[in-house]
């Protein structure tokens, strides 16, 4: 899949940052659009965003998320249908539970950005 725009949705400042660095350190030229909320997110289209990203990755921890409902909310949205929702949490994650409602992938967030880079690039298959 080729990516060139990603949008990542974490309620703690310096994991988007970690997101932003890693993501670029994989992909040079990437539009990279960090929220805060799931509600910033599904106002795309926005003077920010004219076009759907190319994949969203989620922190199911962070406070706002409820957990997996997130990728019910975004599925639920016909502009994210074909956008792949991959979640993250500090804890483990079942694949199975996530895959079910709609998660393309989902991984333990590691603590370094150096091993948070491979782990991104496998799943962006750069």
Same mark, same amino acid.
């Given at each position: 899949?080729?990516?060139?725009?990603?949008?990542?949705?974490?309620?703690?400042?310096?994991? &988007?940052?970690?997101?932003?660095?890693?993501?670029?350190?994989?992909?040079?030229? %990437?539009?990279?659009?960090?929220?805060?909320?799931?509600?910033?997110?599904?106002?795309?289209?926005?003077? %920010?965003?004219?076009?759907?990203?190319?994949?969203?990755?989620?922190?199911?921890?962070?406070?706002?998320?409820?957990? =997996? &409902?997130?990728?019910? /909310?975004? /599925?639920?949205?016909? +502009?994210?249908?074909?956008?792949?929702?991959?979640?993250?949490? &500090?804890?483990?994650?079942?694949?199975?539970?996530?895959?079910?409602?709609?998660?393309?992938?989902?991984? +333990? /967030?590691?603590?370094?950005?150096? %091993?948070?880079? /491979?782990? =991104?690039?496998?799943? %962006?298959?750069?």
């Amino acid at each position: 899949m080729e990516i060139k725009s990603v949008v990542v949705i974490d309620d703690n400042v310096n994991s &988007r940052i970690d997101f932003g660095i890693a993501l670029q350190e994989i992909i040079e030229d %990437l539009d990279y659009y960090p929220f805060e909320h799931i509600e910033e997110a599904l106002t795309i289209p926005n003077a %920010l965003i004219v076009e759907c990203p190319d994949i969203i990755f989620i922190n199911i921890d962070a406070y706002f998320s409820h957990g =997996l &409902r997130c990728i019910s /909310k975004l /599925k639920n949205i016909d +502009q994210y249908n074909d956008v792949p929702i991959v979640v993250y949490s &500090r804890l483990e994650i079942d694949k199975n539970t996530s895959g079910s409602l709609g998660a393309f992938d989902c991984f +333990q /967030k590691p603590d370094s950005i150096s %091993l948070l880079v /491979k782990l =991104l690039a496998s799943i %962006l298959n750069a």
